[in-house]
């Protein structure tokens, strides 16, 4: 049964791989489109050239990239790698978290590691080429170690407790992990702009003046409570702009980036605040929370039926069982469900953009929404013409030409 196992890992691995280059290789044949007629007088055409060579870079790095990482996974599966990890884990301990704190933390801190040279070449070659790049050596360093402590601490406790609710709790220890997983997710949707954002980025709130009023008018005529608008230095490390929204009830904020704001007017950054409000108002942050919590749910209870296999150990060189193990394996053989998920969750996405920019179109100015889209793709040098399939796979929001033809029907 073990090996039958490992060779379904290794069939799902190639068949993800061989998936991801065809939308790729699809992605990249729509590359030398014509400028579309719906944006043709009002994109920069020197913006959508540059867009195809960035997106060709890109497109040539990931090549390389997602390669190079089915090599590395498929080389480390077949030299039983991760029943190594686990020999030299159980070397210093017999305690069972203690031996999944140390296998996790070898795999994914090495993982890490390799991957730095991707990292750099994306961050200091190709956006430092296309403009983007504001990270200097010594943040991109720091981030880094952040990273790392962020993982060590936070990461270890989680999968600390949760080893524990398995080995001590019986049964129902995903009943347990449930809990605790919600009670995380409420804490990062609640915490995450106040206590992460910080670590990494420096917030300070919307100062008094013309945009401050502008918003506060927008949220009095929907009836939008808003305490809280903070601006992000994004800037730190790249000149790509954005927006976000966090929060739920009284700990609920909007964070523009300061590039944002450079970028845009007035009316532009007021409609993707109406935008942001629309996805509230609309009730998608708790339906995408209450998503969650029903997928993290069904997903710990399907491990909880085949995790304790002794052949999720023996599929990966193990002849001694391990937690730590079962769950690598049954993440391999979870992969297509996740997959098939994904596609759901992104159609539902798209679904609740399009309400969102409806909202714009309804209690704000549509026209404004579509200035700033195309202001933020051309400045961020979207891809105006993705293959459909690859939009079907791969995007959480409509495309901006979709997005503009769903407003115009609006507005």
Sequence with gaps: MSNILFYVIVGILIFDFILEQFLDYLNATKRNSPLPEIVKNIFPEDKYQKSKEYDKANYKFSIINSSFDFLLVLSFLYISGFAIVDQFARIYSSNPIVIALIFFGIILLVSDIIHIPFSIYDTFVIEEKFGFNKTTPKTFIFDKIKGWAIMILIGGLLLSVI???????????????????????LFMLMFYTSIFVPLFNKLKPLEEGELKNAIQEFCNKVDFKLKDVYIIDGSKRSSKANAFFSGIGKKKKIVLYDTLI?????????????????????????????????????????????????????ALGSEIYGFHLGLI????????????????????SRYNEYAADNYVAIYYKGEHLINALIKLSANNLSNLTPHPLYVFFNYSHPTLLQRITNINRIK
């Design 329 to 348: 394996t049954f993440g391999f053989l979870y992969s297509p469900i996740s997959t098939v998920i994904g596609l759901f969750s992104n159609m539902l």
């Design 163 to 185: 080893v524990w609710f398995y080995y001590y709790s019986g049964t129902y220890f995903w009943v347990f992990a449930w809990i605790l997983s919600v009670a995380f997710m």
């Design 262 to 314: 450079e970028k845009l007017s007035i009316e532009e950054i007021v409609a993707v605040l109406a935008h942001e409000i629309g996805h509230y108002k609309k009730k998608h942050t708790l339906m995408s929370f209450i998503n969650s919590i029903i997928q993290t749910g069904v997903t710990l209870f399907i491990l909880s039926l085949f995790v304790g296999n002794p052949d999720f150990s023996k």
